[in-house]
Structure formats: C-alpha cells, structure tokens
C-alpha cells in the first residue's frame, strides 16, 4: 500500500479511507512514509551481535548494535530511542500463524486458519491464500514502516514442513517467502528469512539476513553459510545449550550467536 495521493476532490477522499485502513493495526492514521532509495536498505553483516526481545516493550540496556523486537508491543518512540543511541531496529511479526490477540485478528478469515501450532492462540495460515494474506502482510509492513523500523522479520516461514492442516508443499512456501520478500523490500525495509533451512540455496538473494533457532543443537548450521558468503548476517540462537557447547563453531561460521530463553526476554548469553 502507498499513502501517496493528490489533495481535493474524490481522490482527497479515498485517500483518506486508504490511510484509515492501513492503520487500523495500530489506531495511527499518520501517513505512511515513501520508502528510501533500494541503496539506502540497510544490509547487516556477518558477526553483527543483536539483542532479542520480544516480551512487550523493549528494555534498551543491551549494548549491542541490533534490537529485534516486536512490532506491535512497540512504539514509533521505542524504535526512534534506539536509533537515538544508534541502533538498528528490526520489526517482529508473525507471518506464517494467526493470532488471536493481535489488533488485526479479526482480519482474517476462518478458512486461512488451520491447524494449532503448539503456541497459545496460534494456528496455521494456509500460506496458498495469496490473495487474502497479501494485503494483511502489507498492512503489518506498513506499520513497520510507519514506526521507523529497518527491516522485518517475518516468523514462522516454513510452515510446509508442519501439520498445518493444508496440504503446503516447498512451492508454496517459496512463493509466499518471496511475497513477504518483495513487499518488505518495496516499503524500503530489509527482510530476514526465518528458518527454512532447507530453502536457503533458492532464497538468500530474495534476502537480506538470517534468523536461526537452534541451527546448533540439531547439527545444522553449516546449511546457513551461503548468507554469510553472501555477506549477510545470521542471527542465531540457542536455547537448550550452552555457549561453550556452540559458540566456537559459530565463531568459526560467522554467526551472530547467543543463548535466550524461549519466552525471549531481556536475558541473553551472548557468544
């Protein structure tokens, strides 16, 4: 979506509507900014350390040069404040399960919603529904835009190797990742893929970094390399190891790496 427009007359009048719409996630009706040149897209690098967090508002004392926070806990003056310190803020929305206690739940319909996916209030999107998760996915990327965010991370791209309900197959999930990939990059944001190991070779040039869980606990993260010879970063996490158990490999690899705990509050071991 643009907030592009003309003043006066019908065109002054749709405009107004667009706009109304685009904010209903948030109740903010301020124009939704033109996104910068595709030069100024931020990049991040290999071995960038980052902060993740997105148990509500973001606490900023980490000292690092990367928050990951979430997209709708968090204010346009959360994300201004860190980039007042000199930060890079990256915007958390969920873009493979429906939720039930976003402001914009009652967007989509029943039939998108499939199978639980094991957290409270989550289920499945069927992923094939361009049509209809398109203009959603948008609004959310607007809102990231709106706020100040650099780039997004859309959660849960891989649905097709889960029992969603809907018979997903790989095809599917790369059309929807490059969707989600396409319309980041339009707003001027950088867009990281989540996961989705096994896609990696066909989408890490629809991409600008990497969000990884777990990579070293099952053996692997050698399959994330091809971003970091890209020259795009790869932040990592563990939950059940300990640094000492993965931080020289993803040293060696050129992964931005850290312990959390898996309800991602403040505390962090990084590596």
Request: hydrophobic content about 40%; proline content about 8%.
């Amino acid at each position: 979506m643009s907030g592009r427009g003309r003043a006066g007359g019908r065109p002054a009048l749709l405009l107004a509507a667009l706009l109304l719409v685009v904010a209903g996630c948030t109740g903010d009706t301020s124009p939704v900014p033109g996104p910068p040149p595709a030069a100024a897209r931020w990049v991040p690098r290999p071995g960038t350390p980052w902060q993740w967090q997105l148990d509500g508002r973001v606490d900023p004392r980490a000292d690092v040069p990367v928050y990951d926070i979430d997209g709708f806990e968090n204010t346009a003056g959360d994300v201004a404040r860190l980039h007042r310190e000199g930060r890079r803020v990256i915007c958390y929305v969920n873009a493979g399960a429906w939720e039930d206690f976003r402001p914009d739940r009652d967007d989509f319909p029943a039939s998108v919603r499939g199978r639980p996916n094991g957290w409270a209030g989550e289920r499945w999107l069927d992923i094939r529904r361009l049509d209809v998760l398109r203009p959603l996915m948008e609004r959310r990327l607007d809102m990231c835009r709106r706020k100040g965010f650099d780039a997004v991370e859309p959660d849960l791209m891989d649905g097709y190797l889960h029992d969603t309900g809907f018979p997903l197959v790989a095809a599917d999930q790369l059309a929807y990742n490059r969707m989600l990939a396409r319309a980041a990059r339009e707003r001027g944001l950088s867009v990281g893929l989540k996961n989705d190991l096994p896609q990696i070779p066909a989408l890490v040039g629809d991409f600008d970094f990497a969000v990884n869980e777990q990579c070293a606990e099952f053996g692997e993260c050698g399959r994330l390399v091809p971003f970091v010879r890209a020259g795009k970063a790869v932040f990592h996490v563990e939950y059940a190891l300990a640094p000492a158990d993965f931080c020289a490999e993803a040293r060696e690899l050129g992964l931005s790496s850290m312990r959390k705990r898996p309800r991602l509050d403040t505390w962090r071991q990084a590596c």
